[in-house]
């Protein structure tokens, strides 16, 4: 019998809610107002989902969402009157500043629209720790994307102290770093490690937002994902039919977080040989996924495990389409010695020893042990 397929969970985070495009608001004339500059700003946006703006110097907007902390925006002011841009133009946010509120509407290039409003967060003893948070915040993400995943937990605990000193134990930026240093621990092979970071994830989801909240489906996630890397596979299950029920009933079934969680029970069930069960979910994940935008890494993850069941339930042929749908989509993001390619690549070299295809198994497999050379 041939040893069992690997499987592999979604990247470290929940894609972002679809960001849109601001119309203007009308002809009012801007009235005064101090500058932004330095400024902190935290609310919700008509998807649900948590934001935090930070103005800084130079016109540079740094926001914060579900998927992240994000540098690539520039925000202009005129008084009151407030433009934000992301990406070049490809979202616009037109809104006005009025006393400690802001509002608005985004409104993406191809038409999308939602609205935000925020208010300014005051400004507290913790500003230096804040600064070193947003550092080692980068540090981490910098040194997970290439690959360096020991010193992406090293900073990411640091980062930790920095965000729990800067911000208090209910900030969003708390949970969001507990989320993705759980996530990283799973990955590094500690789930003792992450379980507790996991469930401290869900008591400030809790508490920030309440159980109907994107935030509290985000940290079921990842409480799944911990279940899963220690085996408790009924902890898990629930868990995640949880997160899918609450996202379902507040986002409807093609929202993006749907398809994250069907793709992680679908690596529940077939991590328990239920590969019957596992592979309508994961078709549904992956037919959801190919409708809009997606992570690129839970793209990649969706494919191999969706390989992993067809292979086990003998669609031999369809597996290795999707192992190399797979393959291709994550060396175009990491590059082709990433470790994020070992999962794919050993399926793959399973796949090829099944056919009888031995020498594309043996290259493969050459391949692997390069890869897996490369200090971590």
């Known amino acids: 019998m041939p040893p069992r397929s690997m499987l592999f969970l979604a990247g470290l985070a929940l894609f972002p809610g679809q960001l849109t495009e601001l119309s203007a608001q009308g002809a009012t004339p801007c009235a005064f107002a101090p500058s932004l500059e330095g400024s902190v700003w935290q609310g919700q946006d008509s998807h649900g989902e948590s934001v935090v703006y930070e103005f800084l110097s130079g016109g540079v907007l740094a926001y914060t969402s579900n998927s992240g902390r994000h540098t690539s925006a520039t925000w202009k002011q005129d008084g ?5 841009d992301i990406n070049e133009g490809y979202v616009i946010f037109t809104g006005r500043i009025t006393g400690g509120n802001m509002s608005g509407e985004w409104v993406q290039k191809f038409g999308a629209k939602w609205t935000v409003n925020a208010s300014k967060k005051q400004s507290g003893g913790g500003s230096g720790a804040g600064k070193q948070w947003e550092q080692l915040y980068e540090k981490y993400k910098q040194e997970y994307g290439s690959g360096r995943l020991r010193d992406a937990v090293g900073s990411a605990r640091n980062a930790l102290k920095a965000a729990d000193k800067a911000f208090g134990p209910a900030d969003d930026r708390v949970a969001l770093t507990l989320r993705e240093l759980a996530l990283m621990l799973q990955e590094a092979g500690q789930p003792a490690d992450a379980l507790p970071l996991a469930q401290r994830s869900l008591d400030v989801a809790e508490k920030a937002h309440g159980k109907e909240s994107r935030e509290y489906a985000d940290a079921l996630n990842t409480l799944g994902k911990s279940y899963t890397g220690m085996q408790k596979y009924v902890e898990a299950e629930d868990t995640y039919r949880q997160a899918l029920t609450t996202s379902e009933k507040l986002f409807g079934p093609k929202d993006p977080i749907v398809a994250m969680l069907l793709n992680n029970l679908g690596h529940l069930l077939s991590d328990q040989d239920r590969y019957q069960e596992a592979e309508p979910m994961l078709e549904r994940s992956l037919q959801l996924l190919d409708t809009e935008k997606p992570d690129p890494q839970t793209l990649g993850s969706v494919l191999n495990n969706l390989a992993v069941a067809k292979k086990e339930i003998g669609k031999l042929d369809e597996a290795r389409m999707l192992y190399e749908r797979g393959l291709d989509l994550m060396e175009r993001i990491g590059g082709e010695e990433h470790r994020m390619l ?23 497999e050459e391949r692997i042990k390069r890869i897996e050379a490369r200090p971590r």
């Open 80 to 84: 009151e009157c407030l433009h934000m």
């Open 342 to 364: 070992l999962p794919i690549l050993k399926n793959m070299a399973i796949l090829y020893r099944a056919q009888g295809w031995t020498e594309e198994a043996a290259e493969t």
